[in-house]
């Protein structure tokens, strides 16, 4: 057990999230590399340890071992060599949760190459924008009608674009990836010498899906993977040998906190139901229940649209442990997830620049409403606008701090190809993470939102999340986004963008109920003075919802 955690932490147990705060340590060899130090690693010592278990809509199934991981991975590093790519070379991905993403990623890193991510819905004019800002030397994309017309539409203004391949299947002007990696041999040498990779290099790139102006560059270096380990085995609570199922796309960031790095590390098997279209979540409860996962992670959309459904008639009894991130959790949906399933769901809270920088760990009871205590590996504090610590009750933004002496493991370090931005953001005291929040006297941080979003009303200042908790408490609100509205008198007032369940219509009298709701909820001045039904959010490439856009559209 912890086979591979023992080389890299001296305590891997701990007794309190005190001792874990106080004495979690990582280790990083300067030559640490994932492809071999973790997926081969895994095949040497356990041969047969399953490493994912993939089935898509169609019923197709497959399930890998660390040694066909081992196998593949080296079959397509050869044939991304022969494509051209080395050590620095840039590869996109945009491969939704084929088992072929496994792969590319484990021989990409092996390679010592840059990958990024890339979602389905990228269009012509992102795809070029990515490609020339990081000088993109190939792409592999799903074999998807609209992915493959926005590529070739783009190609002609990459400039450093060498290859494309397909997968599954061919059409011509792209290579077929699976055809192709299958005639290379299953060895491949771990490099050496100036091929070979370092701790410090750089691994991978997330474009951020910002809510304003075009995306930056966020880069982490081959260190990354062992900053997740807090993620995975702490948080989420995986278990080796055990299915855990993070429900992302390969295309952002979650992607990594939930599916192969931090998992892999504490040898979980990651369960991928490559999902199709517009989100079924009948279809993702009867996969839970069929493959018996026992740890679950999901953004809190997806567990308000399963509560809209008969959570009941589902078994969902292997499931141990069950985490959320990637936007606030409403305390009724823990509420009537608790209540249906049994089991408490666990925030956490962190961006794609890290992995989870605030969570309920395990030792933390959940408080709702609560995003929980800071990861041992960053000095976490609260600065206000002046730049000094915020004292316990006061709000501030969450800040890191030391970065520039100290950085984490894990933390990224910096942006790809602009080191004026990254100067700005880690040559200071502390990285500035741009969100909200405010400490209890037990140390908890309660979220309060990004700087942008909080709204200033009548000289009061009012953070969207906690009426977007008090609102979805109502039966009729499914989602919701709080933003500031223009008013000639207060200068803002607070607007509720709402989706309503099923069976219900945005009508005066309905208006009236969610405002009178409100104001019995939380203090009366947060009330939406203006709510406007709408059929679905505006959102990001990553699933946030897009409050700048909403703001926008009011102020004109």
Known sequence: MDLLLKRYMPRIEFDSYEDFRDNYTMNVPPDFNFGYDVVDAW??????????????????????????????????????????????????????????????????????AVLIPGSLQLTKKDIAYRGNAAKIHGIVCVDDPFVTAQVEAAQEEMGTLRFKALVPGSRPGWLDFDQEMAKYPPDFQRPTGDKA?????????????????????????????????????????????????????????????????????????????????????????????????????????????????????????????????????NPEVVKQWKELTGLQIYEGFGQSEGPVLLANFKWVKPIPGSTGKPNPLFDMQLVDAQGRLSEDGEEGTIAIMDVKNHPPVGLFTGYYQNPQMTGEKLGGPYYDTGDVAWRDSNGYFWFVGRNDDVIKCSGYRIGPFEVESALVEHPAVVECAITGAPDPIRGQVVKATVVLAKGYTGTPELTKELQSYVKKATAPYKYPRVIEYVDELPKTLGGKIKRAEIRKADEA
């Open 43 to 112: 095949a040497q010592a356990e041969p047969e340890k399953r490493a994912l278990v993939w089935c898509d809509e169609s019923g197709d199934e497959k399930v890998f071992t660390f040694t066909d991981i081992r196998r593949l991975s080296n079959q397509a590093a050869n044939f991304f060599q022969a494509q051209g790519v080395g050590k620095g070379s840039v590869v996109m991905l945009i491969l939704r949760r084929r088992w072929e993403y496994w792969v590319c990623a484990t021989a990409l890193h092996k390679l010592g």
């Open 197 to 329: 990779t370092k701790k410090d290099d750089i691994m991978l790139v997330y474009f951020t899906s910002g809510t304003t102006g075009m995306p930056k560059m966020v880069q982490h270096n081959f260190a990354h993977p062992l900053g997740h380990v807090t993620t995975a085995r702490y948080w989420q609570c995986v278990e080796e040998n055990k299915l855990h199922m993070s429900v992302s796309d390969s295309g952002w960031a979650k992607f990594g906190w939930g599916k192969i790095y931090g998992q892999w590390l504490c040898g979980a098997t990651v369960f991928c139901y490559d999902m199709l279209g517009k989100f079924q979540p009948a279809k993702l409860l009867e996969h839970l229940e069929k493959y018996r996962v026992t740890t679950f992670c999901a953004p809190p959309t997806m567990f308000r649209f399963m509560l809209q459904e008969d959570v009941s008639r589902y078994d969902l009894s292997s499931i141990r442990h069950c985490a959320t991130a990637g936007e606030p959790l």
